[in-house]
Structures are given as C-alpha cells and as structure tokens.
C-alpha cells in the first residue's frame, strides 16, 4: 500500500515561509486527489489546497494568494509552499490522498508554529 510522509515544518516569524513536503511511496497519479489539511488545537481539520490528478486546483479562502500547492511527478511527492504566514496558521498540516473508489491516505503530520 502506498504510504505518505509528510515532512518540512516548523517555528517560523509572522511574514516568513515555509516548504511543506509530501512524498508518496508510489505514484501519485494512483489518486484522484492530493492535497493538504491542517488541524489546529481544539478546530477540526480542515481543507488546506488540493489538486486533482488533471491539473485542476482548489484552495481555501484563507489560503488562496498565500499558499501554492505544486508536484513532482517524477518524484511522487506534492509540495505546500506558505508565503506571509501569520500566527493562525498555526496547526498540524496533513498530506491527503484520495483514491478513485474515495478511499483516503493521510500522512503522520507535520507541525507548523507561526509566532514571533
């Protein structure tokens, strides 16, 4: 079964960057969907961006302008790049895949800190 890792966060300024990684074990064209979700303390996880196997992107209101999703076919892995981060994108960021059947893979999670 194809497994997820997700990698790249951590304790960050208000205003900088960050590079989130999500590499799969196998191919990414195996999914309908990958993105990305975050789940900050005590709020329920939450759509971050996600790009269909096509090419077609969506991004959350909060994200749109800020983030950009982008992959790598040839090496299987899907990449979150955060521009201006403020302090409440503070949260676990999760990589996601979704099968063709609408089975679901998520990653172990990844913590990105905004505080000055």
């Known amino acids: 079964q194809v497994q997820l890792v997700d990698s790249g966060g951590g304790l960050v300024q208000p205003g900088e960057s960050l590079r989130l990684s999500c590499a799969a074990s196998?191919?990414?064209?195996?999914?309908?969907?990958m993105g990305w979700y975050r789940q900050a303390p005590g709020k329920q996880r939450e759509l971050v961006a996600r790009?269909?196997?096509?090419?077609?992107?969506t991004y959350a209101d909060f994200s749109k302008g800020r983030f950009t999703i982008s992959r790598d076919i040839a090496k299987n892995t899907v990449y979150l790049q955060m521009n201006s981060l403020k302090p409440e994108d503070t949260a676990v960021y999760f990589c996601?895949?979704?099968?063709?059947?609408?089975?679901?893979?998520w990653g172990q999670g990844t913590q990105v800190t905004v505080s000055s």
């Open positions: 996601n895949a979704q099968d063709f059947s609408g089975g679901a893979l």
């Open positions: 196998g191919s990414i064209f195996s999914f309908s969907f």
């Open positions: 790009e269909h196997y096509g090419g077609a992107i």
